[in-house]
């Protein structure tokens, strides 16, 4: 009797006002704020190749392919935030061989496989075919036949066939930019369209959500690009590093802006919710979206990235900036995606209370289960970039 008096005094401890019962504890926690975060990761990294390869922006060819490798890398993983945070992870595979049309996720799972394996594998096997051929030539052992495996024991890198390779690979980048918006803009459908949560309900989080993500995956691969640079103690390309931080800018405005305008929207049409939500972002969230997402994630990066376009300081001092702001920035939309994710289960349905969110260390759904998940697309990255080193790779002419 005493134990279940202290529980359930641990329990009201959580709640402010009045809620729902079902309320006090969140369903959704910090791996299902990873699925979204890593999603856009993925998406943002895909588009930066594509300014590349289909724009024909070549300034930014040292990071093309270090681009695909690290959305290959994040995708594979992209999925397992999901599949821990399930009851049953083993029936996870369900979703694919039972097809049901009318379930949002049933929906995701096939976006994300037309995505892995058509657009992003397929892409990054045609541009990599004529080099695992010359590498299958020139090692010998296990590694020998793992290249020859990889290039499907293909043995023709004439020009015909290099320039085949090279048209295919264009035809799938372009295929893969409306996939990479249709794959992370569908992650941001799902929460926009519950209907119920008010916090959710918008026709912009599916763009917002876009945007965020070219973002957060543009930040990653500057970031990936400046430490695999310092480790292999080679010179980095300044022009590339400042092209990729002036798309960088443009796409921060317009992900500010879209954002603004949905808070905009919120606070003329004052609905029923306004004031639960405006004690919400004013209370419990005040830390992660003021702070952590619109000061150090959006208002310092956007600041000094405008700065940096009109008055460039030496390189050293610009490297300096561009490491500390990729971090500021992946920093800013993983607390947008907690702000999403957490925070629409912070308030009651009835809009007279709240609950209080806290997360153990340990646990499947801790924070050592969410730093591990988010290593993994590293170890693979490190991995990828190993069997398949862009720096050793022979140059070839995107142009058709």
């Known amino acids: 009797m005493i134990e279940h008096f202290q529980n359930l005094q641990e329990v ?89 049309l009318s379930s949002a996720m049933a929906i995701f799972g096939f976006v994300y496989l037309w995505y892995l394996m058509v657009v992003l594998v397929l892409e990054i096997w045609f541009d990599y075919r004529r080099d695992l051929v010359i590498w299958a030539n020139e090692t010998t052992g296990l590694k020998r036949f793992i290249y020859k495996t990889l290039a499907l024991w293909s043995t023709d890198i004439s020009p015909k066939a290099v320039a085949l390779d090279n048209k295919i690979g264009y035809i799938i980048t372009v295929i893969g930019v409306p996939s990479a918006f249709l794959l992370h803009g569908y992650v941001g459908f799902i929460f926009g369209s519950i209907k119920a949560n008010p916090w959710w309900s918008t026709v912009l989080m599916p763009v917002i959500f876009l945007f965020s993500a070219m973002v957060s995956g543009i930040a990653l691969v500057m970031l990936i690009y400046i430490l695999i640079t310092k480790i292999r103690k ?69 600041a000094t990235l405008g700065t940096l376009q009109f008055y460039k300081p030496k390189e050293q001092i610009r490297r300096a900036i561009y490491l500390i702001l990729s971090v500021l920035i992946l920093v800013g939309i993983f607390f947008m995606r907690w702000n999403v994710v957490v925070g629409g289960q912070l308030f009651s349905k009835s809009f007279y209370g709240y609950t209080s969110f806290k997360i153990d260390l340990i646990g499947a759904e801790g924070y050592l289960m969410a730093f591990f998940w988010l290593i993994v697309p590293f170890g693979i990255l490190s991995f990828l970039l190993w069997l398949l080193p862009p720096w050793k790779k022979i140059d070839v ?3 058709i």
């Open 234 to 302: 080679q010179i980095l390309d300044m022009n590339c590093l400042d092209t990729i931080a002036k798309y960088l800018f443009y796409i921060l405005i317009i992900d500010f802006v879209l954002e603004g305008l949905d808070q905009i929207h919120r606070i003329y049409e004052a609905e029923e919710s306004f004031e639960a939500l405006h004690n919400l972002v004013f209370g419990k969230l005040f830390f992660t979206l003021f702070i952590m997402q619109g000061l150090l994630g959006t208002i310092v990066p956007l």
């Open 397 to 399: 002419d995107h142009d």
């Open 12 to 100: 009201l401890s959580k709640v402010d006002g009045y809620i729902y019962p079902n309320e006090i504890e969140l369903n959704w926690s910090i791996l299902i704020v990873l699925y979204p975060y890593i999603t856009g990761l993925v998406a943002g990294a895909f588009i930066l190749a594509s300014l590349e390869r289909i724009f024909k922006i070549h300034v930014l060819k040292p990071t093309y392919v270090l681009a695909l490798l690290t959305a290959l890398s994040f995708l594979l993983v992209a999925t397992m935030p999901l599949i821990s945070h399930l009851g049953k992870p083993f029936r996870a595979y369900e979703i694919m061989i039972t097809p049901h």
